[in-house]
């Protein structure tokens, strides 16, 4: 004995149809061949979309919509047009005839509901029952034609309920009395029943509610004891996580009924809850099966499942949820409370979903749909009329748009930590939680969180817990010159050996630069991009960051590889939303102390990343090295810098033969300076590079604070980047004087900083060939710090300090540091 079910879509339309028959005709070839075992049971929905139509139609007479004539044209229309696809036309007149007649009774139903302006429960269930009235004969009479004896029996008849319309409780003693007489007595061997339906004692129509035909389905195969139920419908089974909201989800091939009636209890759509109860207690298997792809495994739903490897068995989610929340210092070590407040919602028939309350009794919040919401209200304020005058208790406080996520698994109880996991990644990407619930049981685990954050959070969760392979990290640049494209370049080249080595999978999202945005949540394709940006957005940097925002993907990072205020003006709003910044731009971190500690405390506050470490040495680890000495219980006393690679370019290539300007101009056009040389030459990048190795060693300390013995004229910084050029080519002989004192006392040249016990400062030194910044060649950068455990022979950071390859290489590292922290 077999059940089969097939939903709405399965049977939608006469293609489809025709693939439940070869579906059914396969089955009943595996099914045992004896008189009781061999019967195959087939339940079928109405076609898919036509009990909303139903429903539509009724709901419009009974509001004096004419329009509701429209409705049933299409119903009746749609039946016709089915007949005459899947019969011969020989065997047509019989059921076309019957369709007729179903959707006059219908339009007769319609015109009473208009006349009277009235739509009753009782009318509701009587008017939705002929969808599956109808496609059940439909589809009997194809497999007759097909020559495949089927019998078609009423549901109506076999299946006894009370008169709670449109969710009516069975009686199932009656029921499965009849079942048994019913299946007990016939010689065939394929029967077609409508599902959905059913009748009370009196014979009047009745629904079984939500998931009802799957509901009719485990109700036959419960009173028959069959060997297996089958759920046919338009997915391969039950998924680790809603597909549609994330691309990652997979097929869970075999469950256990508890953690899918968890799964199915928090959203999960593919079965419905009853559905299960009555062939749970006899152990008969239930196989989500997919009417479009027969031959994938599906779902395998037992007592006990086999076990996968996973802790987590699945995630699921409800949406449309508000919190309800009973408060009051009246409520303290007084009993009954929340007795009074069940019984004000069962009252008023509204389902709790969540419970929580805090141990010191001051509390109690309940997680209810959000259209029970002011029902809700209403009926507790009353409840607690007189404590609320006293002010014991304070009005029932509503909390909108939140939904519930759930982890479920029957493994997790015999595992600690798992809550631990789930919050942490949560928390890291930003997402708030509002209320917490698990079971004793440990099948369970929910949280509510705000509804905008429910596709981060299933991704963040499904990431932790079923895709251990690989992380997906989503990026948005901005900048796109030298370093940008150098940057770009390098994600491309690496993207292969960062899935395979570090499992990262890199999704650059969002590009902007000043004259254009790009926005692809499915990612940019990096050999394509410069293409695409031709095609994107005009440039807004805060429309750009709305667009972050409003995607709100996990795992996001914003790279910023400019020297724009605007842009580091918009940290604070990407921080304050848990998305990392990683900052090649030196303006936040030199600006003043208070906005440099506000960014850091708010990544920190925020479980995020600030990470700026090309600020001081391109790709050198200068500030990943402090920070490891400081976080290991180091001290900092002195540091010795080089920090301007190109300033070591100019002074290492100027020996007073070629002009001065020109060997600027060369650092210049070998993309060594920033976009205006003086900022270089000034000293001014190099005192914004130890003011922030001072601030990185915890020192507080502005711009002005620190010293600059500059060797540049006066002349030379005004005007333009042009007049900078013609004005050092008349100061050449300042540069050479400059150049042959050091020369002269057996010295190099260097532009130092310094920073010795609070105080900082940089300038020209003549360095002697005993001191450690003597070999420093071409644009190397080197740090020497001092400190506790490196006292007379100081830590070394050396080598190339400017250049577009190594500062992308650094920012590179960055957003890996601000995955892996």
């Not at 009370?162 to 009686?171: H, K, L």
């Not at 009395?177 to 004692?201: E, H, M």
């Not at 209890?265 to 009555?278: D, E, L, M, N, R």
Request: aromatic fraction near 6%; include cysteine; hydrophobic fraction near 40%.
């Amino acid at each position: 004995m077999q059940v089969l079910k097939f939903g709405g879509t399965s049977v939608a339309n006469a293609e489809n149809i025709s693939k439940v028959v070869a579906i059914v005709k396969e089955a009943v070839k595996k099914d045992p061949p004896d008189r009781q075992a061999g019967k195959t049971i087939v339940i079928v929905s109405a076609f898919g979309g036509v009990t909303d139509l139903l429903l539509e139609a009724a709901a419009l007479a009974s509001s004096g919509d004419e329009t509701y004539k429209d409705r049933l044209l299409v119903i009746e229309q749609r039946h016709l047009d089915t007949v005459k696809q899947l019969i011969p036309v020989a065997q047509q007149s019989h059921l076309l005839s019957l369709v007729k007649k179903s959707c006059n009774e219908i339009e007769d139903i319609c015109n009473g509901i208009f006349l009277l302006r009235e739509l009753t429960p009782r009318t509701k269930d009587r008017i939705s029952s002929y969808g599956e009235l109808i496609s059940s004969q439909i589809i009997a009479a194809k497999f007759n034609s097909d020559g495949i004896a089927a019998t078609w029996k009423d549901s109506r008849e076999l299946i006894l309920t009370n008169s709670t319309f449109t969710a009516a409780e069975v009686d199932y003693p009656e029921t499965n009395q009849r079942i048994n007489d019913y299946f007990g007595s016939q010689t065939s061997s394929i029967f077609v029943l409508p599902g959905f339906i059913a009748a009370d004692k009196s014979g009047v129509t009745t629904t079984l509610g939500r998931g009802g035909s799957d509901f009719t389905a485990a109700i036959a195969a419960s009173a028959m004891k069959a060997n297996v139920l089958e759920i046919w419908t338009d997915v391969s089974g039950m998924m680790t996580a809603d597909p549609r909201l994330t691309n990652n989800a997979r097929i869970i091939p075999h469950i256990s009924y508890q953690e899918a009636m968890e799964l199915s209890h928090f959203g999960a759509k593919v079965i419905y809850p009853p559905t299960i109860q009555p062939v749970m207690s006899l152990g008969i298997p239930v196989w989500i099966k997919n009417t479009f792809a027969p031959a994938d495994g599906g779902t395998l739903i037992e007592s006990v499942s086999t076990k996968n490897g996973n802790i987590v068995r699945g995630i699921s989610s409800i949406n449309s949820i508000v919190l309800i929340s009973l408060e009051g210092s009246g409520m303290i070590g007084i009993p009954g409370f929340s007795k009074r407040l069940f019984e004000a919602l069962s009252n008023e028939k509204i389902n709790v979903i969540l419970i929580t309350q805090s141990s010191s009794e001051h509390s109690i919040c309940v997680g209810i749909e959000a259209t029970s919401a002011q029902k809700a209200k209403h009926a507790v304020d009353a409840a607690f009329i007189n404590e609320i005058a006293l002010n014991k208790v304070e009005p029932l406080k509503i909390e909108t748009d939140l939904s519930i996520v759930a982890l479920v698994g029957e493994n997790m109880k015999s595992h600690p930590g798992i809550s631990g996991r789930m919050f942490s990644a949560m928390g890291r990407n930003g997402v708030n939680i509002r209320a917490i619930a698990q079971g004793s049981s440990e099948k369970n685990i929910s949280a509510v969180i705000a509804t905008k954050d429910v596709k981060k959070a299933i991704n963040v969760l499904h990431e932790e817990f079923f895709e251990t392979t690989y992380k997906q990290i989503n990026l948005f640049v901005v900048g796109t010159g030298n370093v940008g494209k150098k940057l770009l370049g390098q994600l491309q080249q690496q993207l292969g050996f960062l899935q395979k080595q570090m499992k990262l999978v890199i999704n650059v999202v969002g590009i902007c630069n000043s004259r254009k945005m790009l926005v692809d949540e499915n990612g940019i394709r990096l050999s394509q991009w410069e293409q695409k940006m031709s095609d994107g957005k005009n440039a807004d940097i805060q429309q750009f960051v709305n667009e972050i925002i409003d995607r709100n993907l996990r795992n996001s990072i914003f790279v910023d590889i400019t020297a724009s205020d605007a842009v580091a003006g918009v940290y604070e709003q990407l921080l304050r939303k848990s998305i990392s910044v990683v900052a090649c731009n030196k303006v936040a971190a030199s600006s003043v102390y208070s906005n440099y500690k506000k960014l850091k405390d708010i990544a920190r506050e925020f479980n995020c990343h600030f990470l700026f470490e090309t600020n001081v040495g391109a790709g050198l680890p200068v500030i990943a090295s402090l920070n490891d000495l400081l976080n290991s219980g180091d001290r900092i006393h002195r540091i010795e810098a080089v920090l301007s690679g190109t300033l070591n370019f100019v002074f290492n290539n100027y020996d007073g033969k070629r002009k001065f300007a020109d060997v600027v101009k060369q650092a210049q056009d070998e993309g060594y300076t920033e976009p205006d040389p003086r900022l270089d030459l000034s000293g001014t990048d190099v005192m914004r590079k130890i003011m922030i190795l001072a601030r990185e060693a915890g020192e507080k300390i502005e711009m002005d604070e620190v010293s600059n013995n500059s060797f540049m004229p006066a002349s030379c910084m005004r005007g333009t980047v042009e007049d900078f050029y013609s004005a050092m080519a008349k100061e050449e002989g300042h540069f050479k004087k400059i150049f042959e004192k050091a020369n002269a006392a057996g010295c190099k040249l260097k532009f130092v900083a310094s920073y010795n016990e609070g105080k900082a400062a940089v300038g020209l030194q003549h360095i002697d060939p005993k001191h450690d910044l003597y070999h420093l060649y071409g644009k190397d950068n080197v740090v020497l710090f001092y400190t506790d455990r490196y006292r007379e022979q100081p830590m070394v950071v050396k080598g190339a300090g400017a250049g577009a390859e190594v500062t992308a290489s650094g920012v590179f590292a960055d957003i890996l540091r601000a995955v892996k922290m």
